[in-house]
């Protein structure tokens, strides 16, 4: 196991709604990143967390947002859900300086019907 | 064109046999590699990272780089029924931190 936690483990949203997915960083890690994995695809970077500041976003819409806390761990927004918005949302943590090794959760499978 | 591009696969290959996988890139500011494994229903872990051209070695893998062809290259040798899995190919900038770029996976099955 990596330390890397997320919540909830699944969830079903209806179009339209809005969701809110929470990440606890690995004890020692600064940096959080954000990725949206379409089943049978690789992992997309949505954006990135730094002291509690977005340090740069993938090619997505501003209705993806986020937030990082003092203590690193960090929280994805999504509004207005749309069905192309089912997926499964992987947070991982890492240290700034640190440019190879990022720590995956487990994830959290979002439906959207 | 993806900025990285892996066969989805499925590879199937028999328990004890060298599997061989690969990823090709088209930025040429790509520093480092990785290549990542990931069970069903899990998140990714990493396996291997390297910087420069040519090859790492962890136990049973064997990272691969060619940066002159923009081609990369993960080898598992002695493989077991516990190697099934897909496997992710990461690239980064590196100046960017750990925002990784991914292939799509290749799903490996190891039978026995």
């Known amino acids: 196991e990596t330390g890397v936690t997320q919540s909830p483990t699944h969830l079903i949203k209806t179009r339209g709604q809005q969701v809110t997915l929470r990440c606890s960083s690995q004890?020692?890690?600064?940096?959080v990143s954000w990725y949206q994995q379409a089943l049978g695809q690789g992992p997309q970077f949505i954006f990135q967390?730094?002291?509690?500041?977005?340090?740069g976003r993938g090619n997505f819409p501003p209705r993806f947002s986020g937030l990082q806390f003092p203590n690193y761990s960090s929280e994805l927004n999504v509004n207005a859900l749309e069905l192309d918005d089912s997926a499964l949302y992987l947070c991982?943590?890492?240290?700034?300086?640190?440019?190879?090794?990022?720590?995956f959760g487990q994830g959290t499978r979002l439906t959207v019907v | 064109q993806k900025e990285v591009e892996q066969d989805p696969g499925p590879l199937s290959v028999p328990e004890g046999a060298i599997v061989s996988l690969n990823c090709t890139y088209s930025?040429?500011?790509?520093?480092?590699f990785m290549w990542y494994r990931q069970y069903s229903r899990k998140g990714p872990e990493l396996l291997m990272y390297?910087?420069?051209?040519g090859n790492k070695e962890d136990g049973r893998f064997t990272a691969q780089v060619d940066k002159s062809s923009k081609y990369i290259s993960l080898f598992i040798r002695d493989s077991q029924p516990s190697d099934s899995a897909t496997y992710l190919c990461?690239?980064?900038?590196?100046?960017?931190?750990?925002?990784?770029?991914f292939g799509g996976g290749t799903r490996v099955l190891v039978k026995p």
């Open positions: 991982a943590s890492s240290w700034i300086g640190t440019e190879t090794e990022a720590f």
């Open positions: 004890s020692g890690h600064n940096t």
């Open positions: 967390y730094y002291r509690e500041e977005e340090n």
């Open positions: 930025n040429s500011a790509f520093q480092y």
């Open positions: 390297t910087y420069s051209s």
């Open positions: 990461a690239i980064n900038v590196g100046a960017a931190g750990n925002k990784l770029t």
